[in-house]
């Protein structure tokens, strides 16, 4: 390879080297110090890995690889999230079976993925479409079903018409589907949930004990949205007295309920549907074509601010039994039932909504807080609102207290008298399972129409449903031809009676499968709990090996995107919650330690096919290397953030990549010849304490930076290095350019006379991090600058004691050749001297 690098002949050679050894295969059963360092589960949803992946996988896989050299038996999986909507919509794309593509993908995929350097463990890898794998999703979907957390309801639903399915709350963006971009609408089905909510509470109090991120932290936080306060109950009658029932509206602020006005139904609450065929014609007509107007209108647009408030009267009147008062009932858009109850009751003295409502509906508003500087006049302007701290008045018992001792008073006032209940709300709705999609795994359930007749079933309170027998497990996914979503809600898999025909597990009478497929986040929840176990004999009868799992889980380290803060890592904490209630883990949260990483942009814009600037990792690693890409990506910027990625970038980094090359095989050939002056012996220990130290913190820009000096620093003082010293830059190197570091260090070896033919043991990646020397750290010389008219022609190297003594340095660094040919033969009419930074010749 001369003094050349050939990074294709030297990445080939190490990858066909490190699969024949079996490199980075883990002892899973021997491992001592086990460290399980985790990359979120990559989906197939395009031809290939683009650079963005690129950029995820090359910060874990040195994360985990600096790790290994601490000491850890680090476990890297890597598997394929290949079921769901995103890899069947690509299909579909294409133009190909999704069980044809899914073959094409993980074929691809796996390839792409064995070159980019990653110290994976292919002996243990995961598809969610292998039935090996789902038959234990649908064994988690029947624990769900048989503890309670499973149930099947009619609700209104998101429906994406494009993706032709249901969504989650959570895979609604804007209003928007998160795979297509297309607005989302309601749609009223029969789905399967499961009972997340039931989990709220303790999804939220383990967040302070969670070492993540914290802007996904924060997101959590916000989207379980805990909110204290109490359900008030309130008769409804119509002008004469007749009761219709009664509503019940959450609030925060019952201290304000003697400034109680009106009251909002949300257009989907289900007291309407109680009301619409007794009342007056004149409101029915015109609440139902209110109504049906709201349903055009999203929920984003229905609650944001500023936007004019509309509402019907419903002729009702709900009575507020502090005061008597009989508050007009409306139907307003304003309110949706997503929160709280659906019902509000409006104080438009002191709720500025409450206050643009009744200003259009010419409702009374009462003032009952007055603010601290005291006033108490009419509420005749929103800015007149009062929301903040106050003392209440016009409010009985309440006159006088702080609103803070108000609410409180007020809440056992309602308590005791009956009218309310406190109560805890939630941001958090039930997860939404089910899908009318064909690429997923069926849900393992069974409904007995006979059974159901007859009030029996596996549950009480599901008569006529069964789960499937675990040992009739896994329900596997036909192959059909017509597998396309159509627009009526009803999956591909009702159209097949070979499908959906079976025997009930209740009365052995006939019997039909559910035909719906699970959420693929499903499949991801606990994917992470099988990789150790791959392999495993226990495995086979359990979805994870309980030693194994006891072993390795929770998750050491976890990688991945921020924008999954509310999907993916919230459903895999529930799943583990409900897993170690069951009996099943002794850990409560999956993922201890969570990082976000960045998004990598080109040119300065988001990566998008329309724009034509999406990036190929496979170009750039013909071009320049996988080494060179990887030391790129990291280089970009903090990992965190994400960076730019260009051309030239890309450009550089190669050069210094070759740099490296040719300073490290001019090294072997000098052989003992060289000897490294203290400066460069400083720098390089200087380098291994700043690159360890900032490896571990996921700073990895900084860290290559380091190394970038270092090997300028060498260049400066003779271009080579001692072996010694050549072999501690080549460990450091290591995590980040794993291909052109085992190339160096089995070249080390062989000139050490170790052998050319070392075994796996002498891996550099099966090496200690080398240690630094703290003497080496402390700082005994300063840099000066050595300027003529102003310009810099040096920089020398004083001790500190001498950095004051300005006739030492004159004769220093009128020595240096680069500043003598600039002053020779000239008569020096000035020297400007600032001790321990610089020394200007003014000739």
Known sequence: MANKYNHEEVEAKW??????????????????????????????????LHVGNMYAFTGTDIYGRFQRMQGYDVFEPIGLDGFGIHSENYAFKVGKHPVEQAKRSEKNFYRQLSVIGGMYDWSRTVETYDPGYYRWTQWLFVQMFRHGLAYRSKAEVNWCPSCKTVLADEQVIEEKCERCGNI?????????FFRITAYAGKLLENIPKLNWSNKVLTAQEHWIGKKEGINIKYSVVDEKGVSFGDVICFTTRPDTNYGATFVVLAPEHPFISKIDGVLKKEYADQMRRYIEQAKKTSSQDRIAQGRKKTGVFTGLYCINQLTGYKMPLYVSDFVVMGV????????????KRDFEFAEVMNIPVKRVVVSDDGKKGDITDIEDVQEENGVMINSGFL????????IVTMMDHLEEKGWGERVVNYHLRDWLISRQRYWGPPIPM??????????????????????????????????????????????????????????????????????DVSDTFLDSSWYFL?????????????PFDPEITKKWLPVSMYTGGAEHSVLHLMYSRFVTMALKDWGYLDFDEPFPNFFAHGLVIKEGAKMSKSKGNVVNPDEYIKLYGTDALRMYLMFMGPFSEGGDFRDSGMEGMSRWVSRVWRMATSSLEAGTDVVASDIVVKGLH???????????????????AAMMEFTNLVSDHGGTLPVSLLKMFVLVLAPYAPHLAEELWERCLAHDQVGNQPGAGMSVHHQLWPEFDAKYLVENQVSMAVQVNGRLRDTIQIDIESS?????IEANAQSSENVRKYIEGKEIRKIIFVPGKLINFVV
């Open 15 to 48: 990858q066909k080297t490190w699969s024949e050894r079996k490199t980075d295969v883990s002892d899973i059963g021997q491992a001592k110090k086990p460290f399980y360092n985790l990359m979120m589960f990559p989906y197939p949803s395009a031809e290939g």
């Open 184 to 192: 989302v609408t309601k749609k009223a089905l029969e789905q399967w």
């Open 340 to 351: 709280g109850t659906g019902a509000v009751v409006g104080v438009p003295g002191h709720d």
């Open 399 to 406: 006159d006088g207290m702080p609103i803070q001792k108000a």
């Open 446 to 515: 069974i409904r007995c129409a006979a059974c159901e007749k007859n009030s029996k079933g596996e549950r009480a309170d599901m008569p006529g449903w069964y789960t499937v027998p675990e040992d009739k497990l896994p329900v596997e996914l036909p192959n059909i031809e017509d597998y396309k979503p159509g627009d009526d809600g009803i999956a591909p898999l009702a159209k097949h009676k070979e499908f959906y025909e079976t025997k009930c597990p209740g009365c052995d009478g006939m019997a039909t499968r559910e035909t």
């Open 530 to 542: 099988r990789y150790p176990s791959v392999g495993s004999v226990t495995a086979d009868t359990l």
């Open 686 to 704: 200087k380098t291994i304490k700043k690159v360890g130290d900032d490896t571990a913190k996921r700073h990895y820009n900084t860290s290559i």
């Open 804 to 808: 004051s003594n300005q006739k030492k």
